[in-house]
């Protein structure tokens, strides 16, 4: 299996010392509206978050933290996530970024999908950006949540 640690450069410190953030221009899925860029939201927005039954719940963007990034890891060619950005697994467990491998699954707003490809990508004037919420909420349609929000353990 092909993973993420084959390939980032051991001598990259700026990889290792982010936080769970997206790329500025990634989607978010905000109640009420649709999709926005990340980079366009603002503390006291309301989020999607994803329910068994529907998706009636929201949670709050508590804070805004932004990080310069020049290193993410690239999706299944479009989510752009630094490496210890969160996915929700079927299992119910959360994984991150740096931790997928190819063929791995994860849950979706409207099922599963599996990770087809995973890229170290540089980029360029590309802020990261960590949403402070107390719930898991979509970002490009796949169900995630904020570092801090994350259970202990």
Not at 87 to 115: E, M, Q, S
Not at 144 to 149: D, L, N, P, V
């Amino acid at each position: 299996m092909m993973h993420l640690s084959n390939y980032i450069p051991s001598a990259q410190p700026t990889l290792r010392v982010t936080p769970a953030c997206l790329a500025s221009d990634m989607r978010v899925l905000v109640w009420k509206i649709g999709y926005v860029a990340s980079d366009e939201l603002a503390v006291g927005n309301q989020l999607v978050v994803p329910t068994l039954n529907s998706a009636t719940e929201r949670t709050t963007i508590r804070s805004i933290r932004r990080y310069q990034s020049t290193y993410f890891v690239r999706i299944n060619g479009h989510i752009d996530v630094t490496e210890g950005h969160p996915f929700r697994t079927p299992l119910g467990t959360w994984n991150r970024a740096r931790n997928l491998v190819i063929g791995d699954t994860l849950i979706t707003l409207v099922g599963l999908r599996r990770v087809e490809t995973i890229d170290l990508v540089h980029r360029n004037m590309v802020s990261a950006i960590d949403l402070v919420t107390d719930k898991a909420f979509i970002v490009e349609g796949f169900v995630t949540i904020g570092k801090s929000a994350l259970p202990q353990g």
